[in-house]
């Protein structure tokens, strides 16, 4: 997330608190009819009990005959460790036209979260989030999509590496993980997708307050993903 990418570009560990808010848009494998669009924020306050953390984002996928969009939100108590719970819907709308009908698919997904920190020395840190299932809703023609099972990343110096596992809907486990060097107020890096194949450069850059991140992933057959996100934050500070 845009808070880790600002922790990792600081070369130490935040401090709690502060908010951020970004957006960013895209084309999935470089096809005109399938433009992404995504809002987030997130909020953590520096104070009172627990240390509550907020975030939210929403994402849109395609146009016309085909929309997919994703609505989520995870409040989440403590530092070490970090209890939290995870909501997810995705509305998925096909047709319309004439010869069309309107289908519209509705699911949502409610997980515990549980997060716990390592810091073996001042310049390093690791952080992992297991995801544990606790009810989901909603059935339809399109098949759901990944879910998350855990979420890890880590980085000392000028090094960092993040992991992701998620179930695919036919019970296989999905692994991503992603690559980052970073020197001065920005990093490069690599993204792939071991069940995929997706794989492409990432580039961070920061700026004061201001957060710019791309990626250029390919995909083995169906063509290239562009993504450019944008964000603003205290990044661990108190206040704006």
Request: no cysteine.
């Amino acid at each position: 997330g845009p808070a880790a990418v600002a922790g990792f570009l600081a070369g130490r560990p935040l401090a709690p608190g502060g908010v951020w808010v970004g957006a960013g848009q895209g084309h999935l494998y470089g096809l005109p009819v399938l433009p992404m669009l995504a809002l987030e924020a997130g909020l953590q306050f520096d104070a009172g009990w627990g240390q509550p953390a907020l975030t939210v984002a929403w994402q849109t996928l395609g146009e016309g005959l085909f929309v997919e969009s994703q609505y989520q939100a995870h409040l989440q108590l403590g530092q070490v460790p970090a209890l939290g719970l995870a909501w997810r819907s995705e509305v998925m709308r096909t047709g319309g036209a004439e010869s069309i009908p309107l289908q519209t698919d509705f699911r949502w997904h409610l997980d515990a979260t549980i997060q716990g920190q390592w810091r073996p020395t001042a310049g390093t840190l690791v952080q992992a989030r297991l995801w544990l299932p606790v009810q989901e809703s909603g059935k339809g023609v399109w098949s759901a999509g990944p879910q998350r099972m855990v979420q890890a990343q880590g980085w000392t110096g000028a090094m960092a590496l993040a992991l992701a596992v998620d179930r695919n809907p036919d019970q296989t486990p999905g692994v991503a993980v992603e690559w980052n060097w970073g020197a001065a107020s920005g990093s490069v890096g690599f993204r792939f997708d071991m069940t995929t194949g997706l794989a492409g450069p990432v580039v961070n850059w920061q700026q004061g307050r201001l957060l710019v991140r791309t990626s250029h992933l390919a995909h083995p057959r169906l063509g290239t993903t562009h993504r450019l996100q944008i964000g603003l934050g205290a990044w661990g500070a108190s206040r704006w």
